[in-house]
């Protein structure tokens, strides 16, 4: 897809193109995929509507793969929402499947977005149906054009609201969907600056790209998108990895646990200059990332034919959201193992045990102590990290909500 201007007879400019595409991926029952159609229609029709200034597209591509399970990975479906997008150029990608989603925070979950890659996945098992005799199914279509509709205000960042017929209210029932119906003027306005840059033309489609060697294009696109990309990594939420991530967890707080009661750590630790900590924990946190990083395989891969923009928003997003992650895990092992050293550790104790270190032990050597130990933590913590399932750590590096 080429997003460019396109004249009119009369010398007017024509709408700029956004493609949001749908991939069905399982066989449907006949009225369940005409409940689909007509929610995307609705959809379709209300943004030819309510933003007439860009062109609207919405393509459908269907694949006969039946449900693996009962329950379907949420990153498996983003995998294949990914793919389609790069490969047809599209701006944003819905995936649609008749499982239901697997969810880890919630009880179910009816859909899941990710704004780092700009694919959201949607389920269909837990819908309406009025009846199998009816036809137009309207029920099902309104709860899909909604759900359709709060997916692509959380892929352009918009904020949830308390209103319950807006589209950005967070449905805490499945009935909730029959009264969401629009966008307030607020958001409309909001999501008009937002398509302006979606529709842009995008880095790799100027006609100096592929010229453009990959470090330089990096730098080109972190310049034009780093708005994209810091709202996509406030979307993952890295600060919530300790929480999220369990065996990584365990295995930094059992790494601090055993080193803080060993005297020889103590010794070892507080002998250390402090810029020679500091640079081991900056290893440390960057070594962690980068193993986590292709361990779990969470960046995408460069395409045959060029990189592009999308990709290089996606790459540097999520590795600033694991790098934020391993910090925020970092800083944690450092504050309780700060605060472990200096409430049940007295200065007499230690000087017992820090045989090295002459005169009095200052706040100096607790703070070389409590990073010595947090570097190591977070060592063994990225091993824990490489055994969490890839699926379950994709979910947590790319979805940003679970409706």
Known sequence: MTHDFQHSADGEHKAHLIELGWLIINPLEPVEEDSISQGRTRMLQY???QFPQFE??????????PPQDTLEAPADLLQKGIHEREIRHWDYAFVVTRADLKSYYKPYALAISSRAVSVAVLSTARLSFQSTADKDNALMAQQIFALGMHLLGDL??????NDPQGFMYPPQAIDDLDQMNSYSQKEQDQLAEAFSEVADIRLEEQSQASKTRPSLFYLKVLWNSSGDIANAVIQAKPW???FRLSRLTAAALSTLLILIITAEVWELGMSQPPPLVAGLSFVALIG??????????????????RLTEQA????????????????????????????????FYNPTLLQGWVASLEGHIYLQHYLVLAGFIASLGILMGSLGASFEGQR????VTYVDEEI
């Open 156 to 161: 352009n960042d918009l904020p949830h609201e």
């Open 392 to 395: 379950y750590f994709r979910h």
């Open 288 to 305: 962690t990332s980068l193993f986590i990083l292709k361990r779990q395989r969470l960046l995408l891969r460069r395409s045959k034919r």
């Open 56 to 65: 609207w597209r919405m393509p459908v591509i269907k694949r006969a793969e």
């Open 47 to 49: 943004l030819q509507y």
């Open 312 to 343: 290089v928003i996606t790459n540097v997003a999520i590795t600033i959201v694991v790098v934020l992650g391993m910090m925020t895990t970092y800083l944690m092992l450092f504050s309780l193992a700060l605060f472990l050293g200096m409430v």
């Open 240 to 242: 919530e990895f300790p």
